[in-house]
């Protein structure tokens, strides 16, 4: 049974409460004041951790640490392609996912269309991806690549550019609700168009082309599902099952399982849209899901830490 705190979110915005779900989608531009709106609501991130500004490939980032860290995490935000920053928005789900894992948790601030269209959004998160485990000197064996809506895809397809260009592979993929298939060819687009409260056909179609431009909506790096996925570390996917994107979440299980991948995936009966966003309204389902997460993600390994020989004990905390 779904919690009341989920029962009241769902209607409200089946009601409209979110510029999200009109017949007309609303613009790039409404998307990101609406965001903006959020972000000064209720994002403040909680005493003792710390929000520092850095860049990695060129790429603007946040990095979290929350204290004790023991693991690290690269986070590619949701939004279309065309809303996400300013990446305050995701401090909320940022903190959590840092505090459940013992990680350091670094939000990319990618490019974001009209302005810059495919494939920025994709090659600057490759360079950030690949700046942390360049010169920022994070071991992959510790590296976990987290990703929600467009977000996740571009987790995905990030991985994969890292196998193709012989880079090193993070320990661990995750995926919240990905936006997957810009070709729009999944069946649950429109079998379940009447359950999701959340997403329309409509604000995808108008996010896709924003992006895209003339580029080709099949091209791997904008549509995972198309990706080979040979060769990729294990994967986690959480998922609503009335969301519209729910088979944009079971193909990639279903072509990572063929390739061999370990694939963990959790189909959520009252998930909405990457709901563990909403982790600071209390909402319990938002809770579960980034327990989940985070025991996928503190199933890797360590991260090696610079200590002088006067503090070294030997002995480790708790994962």
Known sequence: ????????????????????????????????????????????????????????????????????????????????????????RYLPLATAV??????????VDYRLAPEFRFPAAHDDCVSAYTGLVGDGGVNPDSLSVLGDSAGGNLALAVTVAARDHRLPLPARVAMISPFADLTFSGASIEQRRDLDPYVTRALLESMAADYLGRSDPAD????????????????????????????????????????????TFESWEHGIHVWPVYI????PESAQAIEHLATFLKACGETVRAISPSTATGSKEPG
Do not use: W
């Open 220 to 263: 791997h790096r904008c549509s995972a599902v198309f990706a080979d996925l040979n060769r990729l570390p294990p994967l986690l996917i959480q998922v609503g099952e009335k969301e519209i994107l729910y088979d944009d979440a079971t193909r990639i299980r279903d072509h990572a399982l063929n390739a061999g991948v370990d694939v």
């Open 280 to 283: 600071a309204t209390g909402l």
């Open 1 to 88: 049974m779904a919690s009341p705190e989920h029962e009241q979110l769902a209607a409200a915005l089946l009601a409209g409460g979110t510029v999200l779900t009109p017949t007309t989608p609303p613009s790039p531009h409404a998307l990101r004041q609406m965001r903006e709106a959020e972000a000064a609501a209720d994002v403040a991130a909680p005493d003792g951790t710390k929000v520092v500004p850095c860049r990695y490939g060129d790429v603007d980032c946040l990095r979290l640490d929350a204290g004790r860290y023991r693991r690290t995490v690269i986070y590619f935000h949701g939004g279309g392609y065309v809303s996400g920053s300013p990446p305050e």
């Open 98 to 107: 840092a505090l459940a894992a013992n990680a350091t948790v670094h939000v």
